[in-house]
């Protein structure tokens, strides 16, 4: 079945940096699009940036919010995509999920201090 675990998370400055990982397991991983969404509190969940598969030559889309800050990867040896965040704002804070088309992962908390 597929299973998706994010990790990396944590407590960052305003300015600060992070990186999330998620590990796909349960299907040939090269052959999706990988997502990342978050979810503020009482907000609902919002697309933050999407990495097609290996067909579409990884093809890359951001969400206007985080464009020029937030990098996503992908290394399909390792079955992972990350989400590198550089210019975190207060606002970040949320929980961010790994997605494939219905499939979602637990999600790992990202905490932006002002």
């Known amino acids: 079945q597929v299973e998706l675990v994010e990790s990396g998370g944590g407590l960052v400055q305003d300015g600060g940096s992070l990186t999330l990982s998620c590990v796909a397991s349960g299907f040939t991983f090269s052959e999706y699009s990988m997502k990342w969404y978050r979810q503020a509190p009482g907000k609902e969940r919002e697309f933050v940036a999407g990495i097609g598969s290996r067909e579409s030559g990884h093809s890359i889309f951001y969400a206007d919010s985080v464009k020029g800050r937030f990098t996503i990867s992908r290394d399909n040896a390792k079955n992972t995509v990350y989400l590198h965040m550089n210019s975190l704002k207060p606002e970040g804070t949320a929980i961010y999920y790994c997605?494939?088309?219905?499939?979602y992962g637990q999600g790992t908390q990202v905490t932006v201090s002002s």
């Open positions: 997605n494939r088309n219905v499939f």
